[in-house]
Nanobody, 123 residues
Framework: QVQLVESGGGLVQPGGSLSLSCAAS????????MAWYRQAPGNQREWVAD???????NYANSVKGRFTISRDNAKNTAYLQMSDLKPEDTAVYYC?????????????????WGQGTQVTVSS
């Protein structure tokens, strides 16, 4: 089955940088949009950024100019380069992807989510 696995989270000081990755694996025929979300304790999950196969990107205003989303289509992997990190960026970061998978009787398209990776911005 398809899995999305986030990695790269950790503890970083304010103003620092961190890079996250999201690797999709399985019998994948196609990946359309990939996106990053985040969720802080007690908060709703919020959208951070997304990227389409063409390379077109969108960002939440809170991260625009500081975060960069990218993808490597050949590796079925998305990335989130985060810079000038602030304490309010602290959250569990989740990757999502709209994936078409191969099954024995055909294909199916659905949205998948990773388990999340913790990013903590603190002195």
């Amino acid at each position: 089955q398809v899995q999305l696995v986030e990695s790269g989270g950790g503890l970083v000081q304010p103003g620092g940088s961190l890079s996250l990755s999201c690797a999709a694996s399985g019998a994948i025929l196609n990946i359309d949009v990939m996106a990053w979300y985040r969720q802080a304790p007690g908060n709703q999950r919020e959208w951070v950024a997304d990227i389409y196969p063409s390379g077109h990107t969108n960002y939440a205003n809170s991260v625009k100019g500081r975060f960069t989303i990218s993808r490597d289509n050949a590796k079925n992997t998305a990335y989130l380069q985060m810079s000038d990190l602030k304490p309010e960026d602290t959250a569990v970061y989740y990757c999502s992807a709209d994936i078409t998978i191969v099954q024995s009787v055909g294909t199916i398209r659905t949205e998948y989510w990773g388990q999340g990776t913790q990013v903590t911005v603190s002195s």
